[in-house]
């Protein structure tokens, strides 16, 4: 590369990218990061606001926003907005921000079945009691998809997405193109 691009080349302000994970298992952060040394290359595009991988307590304004896991208490609920405020575009990232995923299992049941299963009945249960602390944020009483809550500009498949599809749709993204994945990295397991 000329001088001159080079300097081009660093004078061109990054993408920002915030990431979450909400009622998630960090599955698909995980796979965000078996990118592997891609991750080196996207580092020369994109900075980070807001994610498990960093320090950052808020959302800043970015540029894409991606969202892993479900809504299943009022804290998720409340970051999922402060990512929809500062966020251009949204990203529903696994099977659990798609449609509730595993977690939503329990919409089977009435939240008070599970908390008594979980906290009272179940074996090895010590000093059984529901933790009630002002500091645990409020079960919902359904575990729910993001899109109930706010808009989502785009879905990214699989429990969780393959780490190609990560590249695939920021790469487009970064590209100013329609984020379109081939069939192979569409899944939904
Ligand atoms: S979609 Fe799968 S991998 Fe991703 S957070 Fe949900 S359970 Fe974990």
Redesign the pocket.
């Known amino acids: 590369m000329s001088p001159s691009k080079k300097r081009e080349a660093c004078t061109v302000p990054k993408v920002r990218v915030a990431t979450t994970?909400l009622?998630?298992?960090?599955?698909?952060?995980?796979?965000f990061l078996d990118m592997d040394e891609r991750i080196v290359g996207l580092l020369e595009h994109v900075e980070f606001s807001r994610s498990p991988i960093n320090d950052i307590k808020h959302c800043e304004p970015c540029d894409i926003g991606l969202i892993?896991?479900?809504l299943c208490n009022a804290d998720n609920v409340h970051v999922l907005k402060e990512f929809r405020e500062n966020c251009k575009i949204l990203i529903a990232?696994?099977?659990?921000?798609?449609n509730g995923?595993?977690?939503a299992m329990r919409n089977n049941f009435t939240l008070a079945e599970c908390l008594e299963e979980a906290f009272l009945d179940e074996i090895g249960v010590d000093n059984p009691q529901i933790p009630n602390d002002v500091e645990i944020p409020l079960l919902l009483s359904k575990v729910h998809p993001i899109h109930e809550v706010v808009k989502v500009d785009y879905y990214l498949p699989?429990?969780?997405?393959p780490a190609d599809a990560f590249v695939k749709i920021l790469t487009d993204l970064l590209e100013g193109k329609e984020p379109s994945l081939p069939k192979d990295m569409l899944h939904y397991d």
């Open positions: 994970s009622a998630g298992c960090f599955g698909c952060h995980m796979s892993e896991g479900a990232v696994g099977a659990c921000a798609i995923g595993v977690p699989g429990c969780p997405p």
